[in-house]
């Protein structure tokens, strides 16, 4: 039952982690370390860390649900078209051409990549400069963009460049633990002149091809037979982050129409040096 607990505090983490930009995997080693699982197997922490975030990309999936399908089903939203092309929401299908686009570079590094990363940089000091880092690009960027209008404030003005380029700045989250996807897309398309609203909203959808691939490969790698007691903690913490997820992404999209995102910028840098301090002081 205690560790149950433990999954339900985990899901709590990544519900409220994964979408605002400071990081999920910052914030879910640190509660490793502080509650670790007992009685798992080895490399279970590993993949638990990654699967987990599929309960918060369903939260995506169950909010945005009409803006990410890419069918139309009523004669109102087939804008006069006839025959099989009157079925597709056109302005859909180029929005996940798009995303799609955005993921080749994460997706090709991952692949190759992914096990030497890890063993390189899946590590408390590496994570602590990610968040220093990444914190104060956000601090740097939103001075920077004070005063100027977004050229971009709808999804369907993303071009494929635009997206190419937010895909490289989210190789950055893939090769090091602690930026933060989100906060690597949002800095990215920040950078280029997205406005906050639909670089946040394109970060979330970004997110949901990009979390099911790694989540799969990290499946394939960990192998598929688990203990009922982790198959138990896996649900568990996937069914809170997924709940979490919902009241934390209507926050934030409500946030960010009034606010920018220095305060998470200055959070990052704290949780940076409180994560570097205490695994200096526990070595």
């Known amino acids: 039952m205690f560790e149950i607990i433990k999954a339900i505090i985990y899901g709590i983490v990544e519900g409220i982690t994964e979408w605002l930009p400071i990081s999920s995997t910052g914030h879910l080693i640190l509660v490793e370390q502080l509650i670790p699982f007992e009685g798992v197997s080895e490399g279970f922490f590993e993949m638990f860390d990654v699967v987990i975030q599929l309960g918060a990309i369903l939260a995506v999936v169950f909010l945005f649900w009409k803006q990410i399908w ?59 400069l990610a968040l220093i880092l990444f914190g104060a690009a956000f601090i740097v960027i939103e001075d920077r963009n004070r005063g100027r209008r977004p050229k971009v404030t709808e999804l369907s003005q993303i071009t494929y460049q635009m997206a190419l380029l937010i895909g490289v700045f989210q190789v950055i989250a893939a090769v090091f633990p602690g930026t933060s996807r989100s906060g690597a897309t949002i800095v990215g398309a920040l950078l280029i002149g997205v406005s906050r609203t639909v670089a946040a909203e394109y970060t979330f959808f970004l997110a949901i091809p990009v979390m099911f691939g790694a989540s799969l490969l990290k499946l394939v790698k960990f192998g598929s037979v688990f203990t009922s007691a982790e198959l138990a903690l896996l649900l568990t913490g996937m069914a809170v982050s997924f709940v979490v997820s919902v009241f934390v992404l209507r926050f934030l999209m409500n946030y960010i129409k009034k606010h920018d995102f220095k305060v998470f910028g200055w959070y990052r840098i704290v949780l940076g040096v409180i994560v570097l301090l205490y695994f200096r002081l526990h070595v």
Do not use: H
């Open 70 to 128: 890419p069918f139309a089903l009523t004669k109102k939203s087939r804008q006069g078209r006839t025959g099989l092309a009157s079925f597709f929401k056109e302005e859909t299908w180029k929005m996940w051409f798009r995303i799609l686009v955005s993921c080749v570079p994460a997706a090709v590094i991952g692949l190759l990549f992914d096990d030497l990363f890890t063993a390189l940089f899946y590590n408390p000091v590496s994570v602590s």
